[in-house]
């Protein structure tokens, strides 16, 4: 069965700190990892990884993904109260295009 | 990206009702999708809305229940049938293709009370 694993799953830090956000997969057919920003009810799209070991980056944040351990991860550096949010990953499949999404993990940047 | 426009954004409905969501996007897109969320849950495929054709479900979800229709490469309307309060969600379609990008945007979504 396919699963997207994200941790922690809440996190609570202050302005200015950086935050590494985590997410593991076992998808049959992948092809692609995608990183949402959810703060009301629609994701926005943050940045979408095919490649191993290639560094994606806006502004503060970057991320990248591991093909061979099956993970990637989200980096927020100098964290601000407007990164408070849920951020999603997600494994995109060959085949149909659909995505398996993981649970999230709460964001919460204290002034 | 593509603009996606839902409508209704929101609303609170009866138990045994009916629910019809449209989504509409602003150019042509290959690939559209229907999500649910439900409260404090992260988002699960409802069915890939197929043009021309048959949605393809995704398993514990049945056409009798939420039919959906794509009668062109822009519009595509979910129908949350015979509503009872365990269907109160968000309901979110995604769009892929747009531009050549396999990228998925999500529309604005729709939050549904079932009461």
């Known amino acids: 069965e396919d699963k997207v694993v994200q941790s922690p799953l809440s996190l609570v830090v202050h302005e200015g700190d950086t935050v590494t956000l985590n997410c593991s997969y076992e998808?049959?057919?992948?092809?692609?990892l995608l990183w949402y920003k959810q703060e009301k009810k629609a994701p926005t799209f943050l940045f979408m990884l095919?490649?191993?070991?290639i560094e994606k980056k806006s502004g503060r944040l970057s991320s990248i993904l591991d093909k061979k351990e099956l993970f990637s991860i989200l980096n927020i550096t100098a964290t601000q109260t407007g990164d408070s949010a849920i951020y999603l990953c997600a494994a995109l499949r060959y085949n149909n295009n659909d995505m398996r999404f993981g649970a999230g993990t709460r964001l919460t940047v204290k002034p | 990206s593509a603009v996606i426009s839902q409508k209704p954004s929101r609303d609170i409905c009866q138990r045994g009702t009916s629910l019809t969501i449209q989504c509409q996007v602003d150019s042509q897109v290959t690939m559209m999708f229907w999500y649910r969320q439900q409260p404090g849950q992260s988002l699960t495929l409802i069915a890939t809305?197929?043009?021309?054709?048959?949605?393809?479900?995704e398993s514990g979800f049945v056409i009798d229940k939420f039919p959906i229709s794509r009668p062109n490469l822009t519009f595509s309307t979910l129908t949350v049938s015979n509503m009872s309060p365990e269907d109160s969600s968000i309901y979110l379609c995604?769009?892929?293709?747009?531009?050549?990008?396999?990228?998925?945007?999500f529309g604005p979504g729709t939050r549904l009370t079932v009461l």
């Open positions: 998808v049959t057919n992948f092809r692609s």
């Open positions: 095919t490649s191993s070991g």
């Open positions: 995604s769009v892929a293709g747009a531009g050549g990008t396999d990228t998925q945007y």
């Open positions: 809305a197929n043009q021309g054709s048959e949605a393809t479900y």
